[in-house]
């Protein structure tokens, strides 16, 4: 997805491919985030129509040929697609039929959340979703990496992510988080390098919100499973605060986020994190 044109961002080499010309990466702040498409239907068939752009397609399970795994997890697989009439590429993760309840409100959370971020420009667009044999495939916009994953091929080099582009991640982050509170009542309750996503335009987007929760009266109660690397004290120990938590949980994963994914290779190696982000 493009993006209206920034302040010229920060950068940082990436790693040399098969030319010999030098790529940035480009890491961009967007102030004002493009019209987004609207709120696409909530009633889920053997096939959907989606929106990119300026395009509409329909689109069946049959039309979809896999190019690559993109991550695989306890709750499913995501792809990378090819739409075949169109040749649009896009993500697809596909969410295996289950009995089990959690597993299920999870699915749904995650589906909710998509379906109603189509207007924040911080967040994975969501194109559509559909069955298939049970199974749920939501179609969602392609993006290059995953801040964990960019972290690594830094260390890689010997290098460290500058503190400019650390700032742009983090506002964005931010953007995606404040979007979540004030205009959905959500929580996130996963933040960390590998729900963050970025793209080869700079362009970074929150993903994931399988555990995400509703929050009444600005708190939350529940107590969903999460990374516990990254959660706030309340979260890991719910004595700690027996009025539940608030948003604050999810700007503590955001810290935790960013001071590790600041990490140079000698502090990374010296604390045994640089793999495991």
Aim: charged fraction near 25%; hydrophobic fraction near 40%; aromatic fraction near 6%.
């Amino acid at each position: 997805m493009e993006s209206p044109a920034a302040s010229p961002p920060a950068s940082l080499p990436q790693t040399k491919g098969k030319s010999k010309r030098k790529r940035d990466l480009r890491i961009s702040c967007v102030s004002k985030p493009p019209v987004s498409n609207p709120t696409p239907p909530r009633n889920l068939d053997s096939r959907t129509f989606i929106t990119i752009g300026d395009r509409n397609f329909e689109v069946e399970a049959d039309d979809l040929v896999t190019i690559s795994e993109l991550g695989r997890g306890a709750y499913g697989v995501v792809e990378k697609v090819r739409h075949a009439q169109s040749g649009t590429i896009m993500a697809v993760k596909r969410i295996r039929a289950t009995v089990n309840s959690q597993e299920q409100k999870r699915l749904l959370m995650d589906l909710d959340i998509n379906m109603r971020t189509v207007d924040c420009f911080y967040t994975v667009t969501f194109y559509g979703a559909l069955f298939r044999e049970g199974d749920v495939w939501i179609c969602m916009e392609l993006m290059d990496t995953s801040l964990d994953k960019f972290y690594r091929k830094v260390l890689e080099k010997n290098m460290k992510i500058p503190e400019d582009i650390l700032g742009e991640i983090a506002v964005s982050i931010v953007r995606a988080l404040e979007h979540l509170h004030s205009k959905l009542s959500v929580i996130h309750r996963d933040v960390k390098p590998s729900n963050v996503l970025i793209n080869k335009e700079g362009h970074v987007k929150m993903c994931d919100f399988g555990i995400s929760g509703y929050l009444v009266d600005s708190v939350a109660k529940t107590m969903d499973a999460g990374c516990k690397p990254y959660m706030a004290p309340e979260r890991i120990n719910p004595e700690l605060n027996q009025k539940g938590y608030n948003v604050k949980s999810d700007v503590w994963s955001l810290g935790i986020t960013m001071v590790l994914s600041g990490l140079d290779s000698a502090l990374a190696g010296l604390l045994g994190w640089g793999m495991s982000v």
